[in-house]
C-alpha cells in the first residue's frame, strides 16, 4: 500500500541553523500538509498547499517557515532560523481529490532537536 | 485555542471489553469528524470519520457517534483487543473548497489489558 515518507527521521541541529525537511507524499495525491506535535502536547496544523501554491497557514507558520515542491515528488519545509521552541515532531500528510476530504494519510514524521 | 479536547489523557481496558474514547468540540463551523489512531515513532493513521450530518458511523469494531447538539463525538471499540493499545486523536475540520485543515485533540492513551 503507498505510503507517505519522510527524511530523515531524526534532526539535530544549533539554535540559528537552517534546516529542511524532505516529503514525499503518494503519488497520486494532490494536497499536502505539514503539522507538528511539540512533545506532550497536540498535534497543530502549519500549512497546507495545493496547485503549487499555499492554501493556508497557521500563525505557528511564520516568515522563517518555507514550503516547497521542487520537482513532481518531494514536498519539503524549510525552516531558516530554528529557535529552540522550534523542537517537535513534524508530519507530513497528504490527501487524494477524490478520497472523502479528510482522509489525510500521515508520514512517521521527523523530530526535530534544536539545541 | 482548545477548540477539541479530549479529556481523558488515558484509559485501561480489559481485553474484549468495550472502549469508549470520548472528544468534545466548541466550533460549530465543524462539519467534518474523524478519529485518528497513532503507535509510538509512527504518523497518526486514519481509522473512522462522521460527517456533520449524520450521528452515527460503524466500521467493523469501530463506531464513531456525533451529539452535534452538545457537540461531543465517541469512539467505540468493540470488542477490544491488545492490537489497539495506542494514542487515539479526535480532530475535526470545516468545508474549505478541499483545503481543509484538521483540528486536532490532545489525544487519549488507550491501553487494552489482555
Redesign the interface.
Known amino acids: 500500500e503507498p505510503e ?1 515518507t ?1 527524511t530523515p527521521s531524526h534532526q539535530v541541529t544549533q539554535m540559528g541553523q537552517e534546516v529542511i525537511l524532505h516529503c514525499v507524499p503518494i503519488s497520486n495525491h494532490l ?1 499536502f ?1 505539514w ?1 507538528r506535535q511539540i512533545l506532550g ?5 502549519l500549512v ?1 498547499f ?1 496547485n503549487n501554491e499555499i ?2 497557514k ?1 500563525e505557528i507558520f511564520d516568515d522563517q517557515f518555507s514550503v516547497e515542491r521542487p520537482d513532481g515528488s518531494n514536498f519539503t519545509l524549510k525552516i531558516r532560523s530554528t529557535k529552540l521552541e522550534d523542537s517537535a515532531m513534524y ?1 507530513c ?1 497528504s490527501r487524494n ?1 477524490d478520497r ?10 521527523t523530530r526535530l532537536l534544536v539545541l | 485555542d482548545q477548540q477539541v479536547k479530549q479529556n481523558s489523557p488515558s484509559l485501561s481496558v480489559q481485553e474484549g471489553r468495550i472502549s469508549i474514547l470520548n472528544c468534545d468540540y466548541t466550533n460549530s463551523m465543524f462539519d467534518y469528524f474523524l478519529w485518528y489512531k497513532k503507535y509510538p515513532a509512527e504518523g497518526p493513521t486514519f481509522l473512522i470519520s462522521i460527517s456533520s450530518i449524520k450521528d452515527k458511523n460503524e466500521d467493523g469494531r469501530f463506531t464513531v457517534f456525533l451529539n452535534k447538539s452538545a457537540k461531543h463525538l465517541s469512539l467505540h471499540i468493540v470488542p477490544s483487543q491488545p492490537g489497539d493499545s495506542a494514542v487515539y486523536f479526535c480532530a475535526a475540520s470545516v468545508s474549505n473548497f478541499g483545503n481543509e485543515k484538521l483540528t486536532f485533540g490532545t489525544g487519549t492513551r488507550l491501553t487494552i489489558i489482555p
Open positions: 507517505v519522510q494536497y500538509y503539522y502536547q497536540k498535534v497543530e496544523f497546507s495545493y492554501s493556508e497557521s508530519f500528510a481529490r472523502r476530504r479528510e482522509t489525510q494519510y500521515f508520514g512517521p514524521g
